[in-house]
T-cell receptor, first 113, second 115 residues
């Protein structure tokens, strides 16, 4: 069955450093991948979408890579700030319309001042 | 603010009861998705509606049902509630292409607690 793995342990980093979060998947061939941010008690907020034919996508301090050979996506936050502390979810999407997104369980990021 | 509104924010009820969760999508969005989020399971897709029609079904129990009304708001009905149904229930909507290959805009959820 489809499986998405994100680090269940929290990632602790210092302000100003680059945070790198990993999303690995098996038994799936997604057409695209999305990253979301979720704060406690709030709904997920969309950050970035990357398609299978794209290697890298950037948006301000955020960068996402997508390696379909390794079946892995990396999510980077450069010059991290305490306000970046949150849980980050990756979600995989299928090849035809109306297919569900499959979400990972998320990785909690803690950025200390 | 995502523009997606969910009510109520909190719901406390007992086993065996029935509840209705309500979602209003962003203005202009035609698709509504329902998700369940529990501590050990993460976000689980339940069901999707597009312009009033059911489009995709996920791990939705037979005790659960949903519908989307002509004004595009949606309701998720949960019946014969069990302790394990305690979770956060999220609704999301997408732009009116009908394609799930779009960013999803989530409401802030309804927290359901079964006593």
């Amino acid at each position: 069955s489809q499986k998405i793995e994100q680090n269940s342990e929290a990632l602790n980093i210092q302000e100003g450093k680059t945070a790198t979060l990993t999303c690995n998947y098996t038994n799936y061939s997604p057409a695209y991948l999305q990253w979301y941010r979720q704060d406690p008690g709030r709904g997920p907020v969309f950050l970035l979408l990357i398609r299978e034919n794209e290697k890298e996508k950037r948006k301000e301090r955020l960068k996402v890579t997508f390696d379909t050979t390794l079946k892995q996506s990396l999510f980077h936050i450069t010059a991290s700030q305490p306000a970046d502390s949150a849980t980050y979810l990756c979600a995989l999407g299928g090849r035809t319309g109306f297919q569900k997104l499959v979400f990972g369980t998320g990785t909690r990021l803690l950025v200390s001042p | 603010d995502s523009g997606v509104t969910q009510t109520p924010k909190h719901l406390i009820t007992a086993t065996g009861q029935r509840v209705t969760l309500r979602c209003s999508p962003r203005s202009g969005d035609l698709s509504v998705y329902w998700y369940q989020q529990s501590l050990d399971q993460g976000l689980q897709f339940l069901i999707q509606y597009y312009n009033g029609e059911e489009r995709a079904k996920g791990n939705i129990l037979e005790r659960f049902s949903a519908q989307q009304f002509p004004d595009l708001h949606s309701e998720l009905n949960l019946s014969s509630l069990e302790l394990g149904d305690s979770a956060l229930y999220f609704c999301a909507s997408t732009e009116p292409t009908g394609d799930s290959n779009q960013p999803q805009h989530f409401g802030d959820g309804t927290r359901l607690s079964i006593l």
